[in-house]
């Protein structure tokens, strides 16, 4: 069964600081989707990574997936309060029903002045 | 373009009613779905359809069923509401996987 595990839940940040979001997974798979979730909005698709060291930059925020490690991380370069979401990382599971993405819990970010 | 629609926003269900939760777009995507959003949990899958006349159950599936006549839309049914069923319930689009477009969202308590 696949397991998606992301830390932190909660991270308070300052502005203009960097601080990284971790993303790990029990089984096997290439394929890792990072969203972002405002407070009572639905979600926003921000990143898709489909291989081995895939790397991919908007902005302030730079996701990135390793498969051999199980983890994919979100790395977020001189925060602004705008970033302050709740942000998802999901895996595809090649051994569920098709079409099954397993979602971490979320990792609560508040960028404060 | 509206993109991805649900309704209701907000609906509040006794214990064994049965209702629908209604879900449009209109960006001609193949794939749809239904996830499910707990207090401090990620999105769990109920079902999804890659076309229409085709569905398939999720992770979740027990409760809920669906079907897919059309392109556009994608309802999700509730066959006898219990309150393990309140929950934040989305509705997902996109040409293919993954689901990229996602509604805003039906807030569901069932007491």
């Known amino acids: 069964e696949l397991k998606v595990e992301q830390n932190p839940l909660f991270l308070s940040m300052q502005e203009g600081k960097n601080y990284t979001i971790y993303c790990n997974y029990s089984t096997t798979s290439d394929r890792l989707y990072w969203y972002r979730q405002d407070p009572g909005k639905s979600l926003e698709s921000l990143f898709v990574?489909?291989?081995?060291?895939a790397v991919k930059q908007e902005g302030r925020l730079m996701a990135s997936l390793d498969t051999k490690a199980r983890l994919s991380t979100l790395h977020i370069t001189a925060a602004v309060h705008d970033l302050s979401a709740t942000y998802f990382c999901?895996?595809?599971?090649?051994?569920?029903?098709?079409?099954?993405?397993?979602f971490g819990k979320g990792t609560k970010l508040s960028v404060k002045p | 373009n509206a993109g991805v629609t649900q309704t209701p926003k907000f609906q509040v269900l006794k214990t064994g009613q049965s209702m629908t939760l209604q879900c449009a777009q209109d960006m001609n995507h193949e794939y749809m779905s239904w996830y499910r959003q707990d207090p401090g949990m990620g999105l769990r899958l109920i079902h999804y359809?890659?076309?229409?006349?085709?569905?398939d159950q999720g992770e979740v599936p027990n409760g809920y069923n669906v079907s897919r006549s059309t392109t556009e839309d994608f309802p999700l049914r509730l066959l006898s509401a219990a309150p393990s069923q309140t929950s934040v319930y989305f509705c997902?689009?996109?040409?293919?996987?993954?689901?990229?477009?996602f509604g805003n969202g039906t807030r569901l308590t069932v007491t």
């Open positions: 999901a895996v595809f599971d090649y051994g569920g029903s098709q079409g099954n993405l397993i």
């Open positions: 990574l489909l291989s081995n060291g």
């Open positions: 997902a689009s996109s040409p293919g996987y993954p689901p990229l477009h």
């Open positions: 359809s890659v076309g229409a006349g085709i569905t």
